[in-house]
């Protein structure tokens, strides 16, 4: 019996509890995507026989004299397949992880199910778009626009990867080709993770282990160089403490990694760590940051003296500003509202879960392929820590399936390069869905007192924070999440007194990490929630005290901190999204009031973002024409769903008056564009956008003074054309320029490089309408309106999905996921299916609103899109159901078993 | 996912030539739990696919369900008219968290074998009185009422290797009006409580509580209680700690649902009887 794959026969024999998924992959049908590996994410889904399954939950014998169908067999010929058209037409997909799956579903549903999209996708999850361009897809709604040189600069162009990403040939981080010379005999890395929130490692007995056919080697703490280091990756390194080892003989949280076992197949790697031997001293943990704050308190880091000197125990870091006197400004308040606000602990769940591939060649270079946010960065660490000469390491991206500050991070190519550089062998290490919620990162948990004083008219006298942020087991990210939630929260509003402080404290728990808001999201959801109540208390409308005390464009930007800072109004709007998102609620669209027990509400919330972090940022651009008169770009910035490598090719277009498509992208890679700090921190546009402006713009220039200097003309006598150089007299094509400029030995290129300052500043405002039920606590959005100030828009249809996306995450945020660890601080829901992010029937259809503005700093008028949205969404929630409900909830998230109690609705009602 | 400690795969035609069943050994259905969690103490599996039991055979006397009918092919069963009560199967297998991809190979016998507190296969059959027919590796077929099965979280009656190998719905079951409720955390998730109450042309009432509890809850009226004395019956078959407690809800949310569920029910079967 054979096996026939997207009409192939193929004649491998799997093995016998190999899952279809991995066997289809290893016959070549990479657009199979592995999401979760357990049957919740449907990134999997291919058909047998025409009915679509989760190829990973099918045992691969079981397609024997079947046909499979995966996404690359679903075209024919060269004609994609309606649905795979459909999906190119809306940009059903931002990193494209999902796609595949998404559209082996979505081309197997019939009518009735097509009408009934919630349940229908109920298997198929997405991380980036918040699903309307995927309904849109099915229901044949078209968005793209054309290419038209000239008009590339707002115009909503399809991702240039688009038609590898429906078909299945777009390659992301793990879809190598099993024959690749380069990785012949490749091996496989697996790690044994630490059982214990703290414990010292006493003794690891690997003789097992390495006795199991097929394990090459095993590494642990005594292997690896005894160089601390941060994973977290920044262009500073020193923001971020050296409090890492690559492994380490201490173990400080459940999940840690312990030992690294390679071997020649993912089996024997499983079994070598099942039959590691390790003994554990138990330390006594601590969970809780508060606790871990008092003097007893079990020390996680005990060499900790923080980046500013002295013994700080457990405190990473504390941070305190204040300007003005907020005791002089709460004494001169008519009211003064103090609460607590919290937030959980939450995970990226990008599709693609976090790995790498590394090899070296036969000049001995290594080479790092991975999933990550910042190869440059990256590429910089794994110099450091293993002494590898700059020159003799190569890093870079394929497609990567999300991010959201997941990636910001280097998490699997440490272990990779070890490996390879002891063994001389490829090594691939490529995370399960589990170890993403146990040795990932998180979103910082953080507990933020407020208080807030005003005048009767709403007027703020004075604003004061405490913010306590759980960093986790270590402190990549601690500081600067810190800094961010005592930023622009506070400087959202003008108030003559602020005051904040905040500490960051080590706990025996996942690591916090970079993700999208970034310390921002977790202030903003307990200032605008206190705004709210401090409004109530004043019978002021929320709107109208957001309006009485939001920054204006004449105010300085400040939070706590009197020095001056580089951040700029480059364009101002958030009046205008206030009013936007006033109307629209106002407008009575979205949904109507359930039947039944359900109260109603609307709430508002406002978030600002300084379009870049304070830390330094850089980025370069080069470019060539090309010899049939199309354009060469490399840029250094990763494209992991956020939108750049689109962008990029429109502003370059745009500055050289071309179409998108004559500019031939590549990027993240070290050996072939420059440096790039990398893509986080709102930086794609702002910062590498702005390299590849300047590099166009320096391209065209030389271009022109080429031509002149041919034609003995003056530079500013012509001008470039789609495809040539034009004066009143002449026109020389561009192929052509390109050939002569070659033959005198002269090309014409341009590289450039940007740095971030002054930062621009953007503005988000979301409305939400809601209804819970006052008995069993659902909570149904019923209208969401979410209005964004980010000026220019280079490409509106990614802009509105990269909303669209943060506000579905922002959702996710406020109602339904929540890491949950137990008592000894495991992590009780390690599963997509227990960790629930927003699936379709989760998220309603935002509309997305923009202020009409245009940039006086970022690249053509642009600034900052992916990451802002999402940080007005769980406080705009939250005071939708305090507006509906009267009871103020102020920790996150609100899933019905932890509201219902307090909606009134069984009380009042006859048992 | 691989199950990587799989080392081979026995396709029997019948069950009897399983004779033996060695630490190890795991029974496939559907596959579509095994799969999606690591089974490191599993180095055979023994495929029920090869058995070709017929999936779903209507009679006088009821429905017979093998094991191995999907959960899919539960759902879009055509039942005759008078079984009043057939719309519980669709109802039952939509409130499972699985998709319909997952329905389509996922088996009845899976989900009830797993035993989870929300496996919607067990509240289903358990509400309509169903008894199932368990194959034993040695010795002969026994039967077990449905509501006796589970015993716990994810724990039941089968002795090793013991296998289910139908489940008899009695055409009575079928005959009855039904009411059910359900919640979950999240849209479509998982059922943090799944209440189903069935009501004969006597007036009586079977209400079964699952989800909310680690293992089926059964309450049987005689006659339509009032509210006050099924609330008294709750408090006495579920003891304040017998709640489940889990990621899908408190133990006090499911409690509370419980509570609210069992009397929407109640009141809705009572009225339908009025109206009859
Ligand atoms: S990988 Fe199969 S469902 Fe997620
Ligand atoms: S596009 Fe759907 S997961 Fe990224």
């Known amino acids: 019996m054979t096996y026939s794959i997207d009409g192939r026969t193929v004649a491998a024999e799997p093995c016998p509890g190999q899952c279809l998924r991995t066997f289809l992959r290893e016959s070549g049908a990479l657009g199979v995507k592995k999401g979760c590996d357990a049957g919740d994410c449907g990134a999997c889904t291919v058909w047998l026989d025409g009915r679509p399954v989760h190829s990973c939950l099918m045992p691969a014998f079981r397609a024997k004299g079947r046909q499979v169908t995966t996404v690359q067999g679903l075209a024919s010929g060269n004609d994609l397949h309606p649905v795979q058209q459909a999906f190119l037409e809306a940009q059903a997909f931002q990193c494209g992880f999902c796609a595949a799956g998404m559209i082996m579903t979505v081309a197997a549903l019939d009518e009735d199910q097509r009408a009934d999209l919630p349940r229908a996708l109920k298997g198929n999850l997405c991380r980036c778009t918040g699903y309307r361009s995927i309904a849109d897809a099915v229901h044949g709604v078209a968005a793209i626009e054309q290419d038209v040189a000239g008009a590339a600069c707002g115009a909503s162009l399809p991702n240039p990867f688009s038609a590898g990403i429906v078909t299945g040939h777009a390659r992301y981080t793990m879809d190598v080709d099993a024959a690749d010379p380069a990785l012949r005999g490749l091996l496989h890395l697996k790690v044994l993770r630490s059982p214990h929130a703290h414990a010292r490692i006493l003794r690891i007995d690997t003789a097992k282990a390495l006795a199991i056919p097929g394990v090459v080697a095993v590494f642990t703490h005594e292997d690896v160089p005894k160089k601390l280091f941060s994973t977290a990756t920044h262009e500073d390194h020193l923001v971020d403490p050296d409090d890492t080892l690559i492994l380490d003989d201490v173990a400080r949280f459940v999940g840690q990694r312990i030992a690294a076992v390679v071997a020649e197949t993912e089996g024997a790697a499983e079994a070598g760590c099942r039959a590691l031997e390790v003994d554990y001293e138990i330390l006594p943990a601590v969970f809780d940051p508060v606790d871990a704050m008092a003097p007893d308190a079990p020390l996680l880091h005990p060499g900790n003296d923080g980046l500013a000197g002295g013994a700080r125990g457990n405190v990473f870091l504390c941070l305190k500003g204040e300007v003005g006197s907020v005791a002089e400004g709460f004494a001169a308040a008519a009211v003064v509202h103090e609460e607590t606000y919290s937030t959980s602990r939450v995970q990226h769940a990008h599709l693609e879960t976090h790995g790498s591939i590394a090899w070296r060649d036969g000049e001995g270079r290594i080479h790092v392929r991975t999933s990550t946010q910042a190869p440059f960065i990256t590429h910089r660490k794994l110099c450091y820590l293993f002494g590898i000469f700059p020159h003799d390491l190569h890093v870079f991206t394929e497609r990567v399936g999300g991010g959201f500050g997941g990636k910001q991070e280097m998490l699997s190519e440490d272990l990779c390069v070890l490996a390879t550089l002891k063994l001389g062998r490829p090594v691939k290490w490529e995370f399960t869905r589990p170890e993403e919620f146990l040795g990932a990162t998180s979103r910082h948990q953080m507990t933020t007192r407020v208080k807030m004083g005003a005048t009767a008219d709403g007027t703020l006298t004075a604003l004061e924070v405490h913010v306590v942020s759980n960093t986790g087991a270590y402190g990549g990210h601690g500081g600067e999440t810190l800094a961010a939630a005592l930023g622009s929260p506070l400087a959202a509003y003008r108030c003559p007194a602020k005051k904040a402080e905040g500490h960051a404290v080590y706990t025996n728990v996942i690591p916090g990490g970079g993700f999208r808001g970034y310390g921002a999201s977790q202030t903003s959801f307990a200032i605008e929630s206190a705004l709210d109540d401090l409004a109530a208390k004043l019978g002021i409308d929320p709107f109208a005290i957001r309006r009485r005390n939001m920054i204006r464009p004449d105010d300085v930007i400040q939070s706590v901190w009197a020095e001056p800072s580089d951040v700029a109004f480059g364009s101002y709007g958030l009046d205008q999204c206030l009013d936007l998102v006033e109307a629209e609620l106002a407008s009575g669209k979205g949904e109507r009031t359930p039947e039944g027990d359900w109260a109603e509400g609307t709430g508002v919330a406002l978030a600002v973002l300084e379009a870049g972090p304070p830390t330094e940022h850089r980025s370069g651009g080069e470019m060539r024409l090309l010899a049939d008169g199309t354009y060469h770009l490399a840029v250094g910035s990763t494209e992991m769903g956020n939108g750049s490598v689109t962008a990029h090719r429109q502003i370059a277009a745009a500055v050289l008056g071309t179409r998108a498509e004559a500019i031939a992208i590549i990027n993240a890679d070290t050996d072939r564009a420059p440096y790039d700090t990398g893509t986080f921190a709102s930086t794609g546009t702002v910062v590498a956008g702005q390299a590849v402006e300047l590099t166009a713009r320096a391209l065209a220039a030389e271009i022109l003074a080429y031509a002149a200097r041919r034609t003995n003309t003056a530079p500013e006598d012509w001008r470039l054309a789609a495809d040539a150089v034009e004066s009143a007299t002449q026109r020389i094509s561009l192929a052509e320029l390109c050939r002569l400029a070659a033959a005198e030995g002269h090309g014409l290129e341009a590289k450039r490089k940007a740095y971030l300052s002054p930062r621009t500043i953007g503005f988000n405002v979301q409305g939400v309408r809601l209804a819970v039920h006052r008995v069993t606590g659902e909570i149904r959005i019923l209208h969401s309106v979410h209005a964004a100030d980010i000026g220019r828009l280079i490409n509106p249809l990614q802009c509105r999905g990269q909303i669209e996306g943060a506000v579905a995450m922002g959702l996710g945020w406020a109602l339904t996921e929540h890491m949950v660890h137990d008592a000894q601080g495991n992590v009780v829901n390690a599963a997509l299916r227990n960790y629930h992010i927003p699936a379709f029937a989760d998220t309603p259809r935002t509309t997305v609103l923009f202020a009409d503005t245009h940039d006086t700093i970022g690249p053509l008028g642009a600034k900052a899109q992916g990451e802002c949205a999402i940080n007005a969404v769980a406080p705009a929630v939250a005071n939708a159901l305090a507006n509906a409900t009267g009871v103020r909830f102020a920790h996150l998230p609100f899933t019905p078993d932890r509201i219902f109690d307090r909606l009134g609705g069984l009380e009042s009602r006859p048992l | ?276």
């Open chain 2, 1 to 276: 996912m691989d199950l990587n400690t799989v080392r081979q795969v026995r396709s029997p035609s019948s069950a009897d030539e399983v004779a033996d069943w060695p630490a190890g050994h795991a029974w496939l259905s559907g596959g579509t739990w095994l799969m999606s969690e690591p089974q490191p103490g599993i180095d055979t599996l023994v495929d029920l696919n090869g058995l070709n039991w017929p999936a779903l055979m209507a009679s006088d006397a009821g429905l017979e369900i093998a094991a191995t009918a999907t959960i899919g092919a539960l759902a879009d069963f055509s039942a005759p008219s008078d079984w009043t009560a057939a719309p519980l199967l669709r109802a039952c297998a939509h409130a499972l968290l699985m998709s319909f991809k997952v329905a389509d190979v996922a088996t009845v016998g899976g989900n009830i074998c797993m035993s989870l507190p929300a496996g919607a296969m067990v509240s289903l059959t358990v509400a309509l009185e169903a008894t199932y027919v368990l194959w034993p590796r040695a010795g002969a077929p026994r039967t077990v009422a449905a509501k006796d099965f589970v015993t716990g979280n994810h724990a039941n009656v089968l002795a090793p290797g013991e296998l289910l190998r139908a489940i008899h719905v009695p055409a009575a079951s079928f005959k009855r009006r039904f009411a059910l409720r359900r919640a979950s955390l999240t849209k479509l998730g998982r059922s943090a409580a799944l209440l189903i109450g069935t009501s004969g042309p006597n007036g009586d009432l079977l209400l079964t509580i699952t989800a909310s509890t680690p293992r089926p809850v059964q309450l049987r009226f005689a006659v339509m209680p009032d509210a006050d004395a099924l609330q008294a019956a709750l408090a006495g078959a579920i003891p304040a700690d017998g709640w489940f407690d889990d990621v899908n809800g408190t133990p006090a949310y499911k409690r509370h649902l419980t509570v609210h569920f069992a009397e929407e029910i109640r009141a809705e079967l009572a009225a339908g009887r009025r109206d009859a």
